[in-house]
């Protein structure tokens, strides 16, 4: 079995990863939504952090948290976030696709989140602002939307509030694509 090692930034900036199993096209129905931001609040008050940006894709989340100072778990989180967000999901959709095979059975596992997620810490601004683009930009380059002030669960929205984006930001692949090039 190959062990898992994270890099650990004690109050660090993280940016994530998370898919469902299978990639099932199940978080931005209102019901996932509904249960999904629940999840996260509870969770944020047992442990604490703040979340910087977060993009809810039909089948994967990508988000950066910023932890407590000192602090290095994310484990916890993310699976108090899954435990929360699959009991309540179970109850309200039911079990219906929930097609467990037999080592979810054997570790009580629902089908509804791939085991691990991906994290990246981020280390200086350069970094963090390249993961904020990568965020904002995914539902567009997903093809899930033309321009990305047109996918509604994002981040991207509160950010041309607060004047870091402007509202047309990245209006097509091709223009963040020459931009990403000119960075090489």
Same mark, same amino acid.
């Given at each position: ?29 209102? !019901? %996932? +939504?509904?249960?999904? $931001?629940? =999840? ?61 095979? !037999? %080592? +979810?059975?054997?570790? $009580?596992? =629902? ?74």
């Amino acid at each position: 079995m190959p062990e898992y090692r994270r890099i650990k930034q004690p109050g660090g900036t993280i940016f994530f990863t998370v898919v469902t199993f299978g990639r099932r096209p199940i978080l931005t129905s209102p !019901e %996932s +939504r509904s249960i999904l $931001r629940k =999840a996260w609040q509870n969770v944020q008050v047992k442990h604490p952090f703040q979340t910087l940006a977060v993009c809810l894709l039909p089948d994967h989340l990508h988000t950066i948290w910023q932890l407590p100072e000192g602090d290095t778990n994310t484990a916890v989180r993310w699976n108090e976030i899954k435990r929360h967000f699959s009991h309540e999901y179970l109850k309200v959709v039911g079990e219906g696709n929930n097609v467990r095979n !037999e %080592s +979810r059975i054997k570790r $009580r596992e =629902a089908a509804i989140w791939q085991r691990r997620y991906w994290a990246h810490v981020l280390f200086d601004q350069e970094d963090l602002n390249n993961h904020f683009d990568y965020i904002h930009i995914n539902p567009q380059k997903h093809g899930l939307v033309k321009q990305v002030m047109d996918w509604p669960w994002s981040s991207f929205h509160r950010y041309v509030q607060m004047g870091v984006y402007s509202q047309d930001w990245c209006r097509s692949m091709e223009e963040f694509l020459v931009d990403a090039s000119m960075g090489e």
